[in-house]
């Protein structure tokens, strides 16, 4: 781990702002305005990229005929979706049809370094949070960005690869709740199950090889290895985060292979396409999910392909695997959902249930920068051809960081109301380089902070070597919600994310302490070494107010603190009689017959994650639930 001197420094984005306008054209975006430098090196990079042969062979699927009727059907080809695909069709006498929306990932994902740019294309559902007037206030009409990915693979086709499972209280506080078989003890397998762990710093009983998931971990340059060495000398152990001992500092645990982005596409569906009872069909959007009104029972799903409108029948299940965004749309487009809200758009009711009341996210503070002499390399110097052949026939280098995200720390605030609860409150990401990095086309853009913010904030700090490190909130008591916007399957429903409402101000006061622990670490003997101090400039909006007060980082973090991507709890799992749940134990839906969710909607209660691994962990054990219902396990 210690390779101070030969280090590499990736602003997160630097690398890849030019890629961007001939990447968005490529797949029909076209709302750049990048200045010529970026434009230039731009097509250079892509001539590169382009002339290589994929680096995993990409997923083709075979043609296929769509039959009439399957006895499974699943709804999306994320993260959950493509595990349950791949766990279902195990049984060979099951007829399994997977529908995705998007299509197969193109060679750009899989490079990692090149993860924001994927925002900027089709790749991404693009929703945006409504507005609010105490957060995101630097964003575009205070709309946070709230992507998805469309298309096999899902979020893990477009998201950061950070590889984390959370803490064994959030899993046992699930099953608390009246929700058995979720424990930590009774979920631990399923982790186990998923993983091919290629990783240095490793619990020997919390990792294994040989499943479908590759994890590597992060080379650390010298400026991660001065966070982890900080950490240490507060007094924090060098940690696998994946164990439950998850306080503390690391490199960080990334789901990538050979240095290529490893999404459940690739992970999951890629090895397995040569099974016949498996059909994965994309380009199939789904608009409703079908069920008898003799008997609220689920018989199958309409969907449209190449504009026309068709339905399939599945004889067994239907299972909504559409992402936490989506899945509960889907129910409610399809009378599942709160009556007073689906009549009012004209949806007969199958099932009263509260679909979208419950929405929790982790919300992330973009903007404490820092500036150090350690020198950011430029686009010019890594995407050279050297760079990519070395890419391709090692696997690492520059271009197999994950834009920059480097190591981690899980942490509990000092005054913890439990002490007893060993799940930390907030996390704290060491990224090198910042939103000027790319001079404001890619950062900025993906963010939606607007042009002018940018400009008078951010414009005077570029042409500086800077980093970040990123607080993320990972238990708030904020509660976010969704609902519909009509009943056009095609317009997105309304999204509330109400960070910082919470009435007693916790959420704000976590992220506070987080960055005052940021600001103790980075006085310590292992950054001095690099000159770093934190950037000055107080934030635009927040100057009349004392720089470095509670109240001055309070003001700053409505203006960027923002969504790190995370929803969750919109078909919340939870047992009979509890007024939140859409789903039971076993993820089936309330009310309706021959219905699931599987994937991040069903996940009750805020975890110390990124939700990849959960989603993941969601598809394998609602897998499971399957096979031992139906007497094949
Ligand atoms: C930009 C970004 C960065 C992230 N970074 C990380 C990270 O570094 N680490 C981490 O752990 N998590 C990260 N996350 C979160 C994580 O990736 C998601 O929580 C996780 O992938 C969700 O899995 P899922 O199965 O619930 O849904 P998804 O993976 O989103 O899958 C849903 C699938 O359903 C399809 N679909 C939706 N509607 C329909 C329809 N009507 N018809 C047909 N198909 C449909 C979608 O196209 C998609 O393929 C990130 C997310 C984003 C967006
Ligand atoms: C699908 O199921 C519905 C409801 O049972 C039935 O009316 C329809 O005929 C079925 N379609 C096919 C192709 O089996
Ligand atoms: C179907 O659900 C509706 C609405 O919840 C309910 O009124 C009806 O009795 C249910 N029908 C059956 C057959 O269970
Ligand atoms: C400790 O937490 C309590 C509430 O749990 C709060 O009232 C108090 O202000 C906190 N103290 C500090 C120093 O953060
Ligand atoms: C902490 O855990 C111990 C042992 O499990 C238990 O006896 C005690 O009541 C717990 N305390 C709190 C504050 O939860
Ligand atoms: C970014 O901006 C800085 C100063 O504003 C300038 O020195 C640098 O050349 C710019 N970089 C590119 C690639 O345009
Ligand atoms: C960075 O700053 C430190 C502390 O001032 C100094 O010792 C070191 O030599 C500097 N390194 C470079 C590369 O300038």
Redesign the pocket.
Known sequence: MEQVGTFWTVGWITIVCAAICAIASTFGHNNTNSSEPYQKQLQSILKLVEELPPPNSPIEIPPKIIDKKYDFIIVGAGSAGAVVANRLSEIGSWKILLLEAGYPENNLAQYPVLAPVLQLTDYNWDFTAEPQNNACLAVETRRCAWPRGRGLGGSSAINYMVYTRGNPEDYNQWAAQGNPGWSYEDILPYFLKSENAHIPISEPNYHRTGGYQSIEQTSTSALANAFIQAGQELGYQITDYNSPQQIGFSPIQITTSFGRRASTATSFLQPILNRENLHIVTGARVTRVLID????RTYGVEYIRNDKKSSVNASKEVILSAGALQSPHLLMLSGVGRKEQLEKHGIK????LPVGETLYDHVAFYSLLFNSNVSETSLSDLFTEDEIQKWYKTGQGPLSSISGNEALAFIKRSNSSNLNDTSPDFELILTTGTLMSDNGTIGRRILKITEEYYREMYETLQGKSSFTIIPILLHPKSVGYMKLKSADPYDDPLFYANYFTDPDNHDIGVLIEAIRFALRLIETEAFKKYDVKLISKPMLGCEHLKHNSDDYWKCALQFLAISSYHPIATCKMGPVGDPTAVVNNELKVY??DNLRVIDASVIPLHVAAHTNGPAILIGEVGSDMIKKERGVL
């Open positions: 009104s003799n008997t609220n009711t199958f099932s009263d009310g309706i």
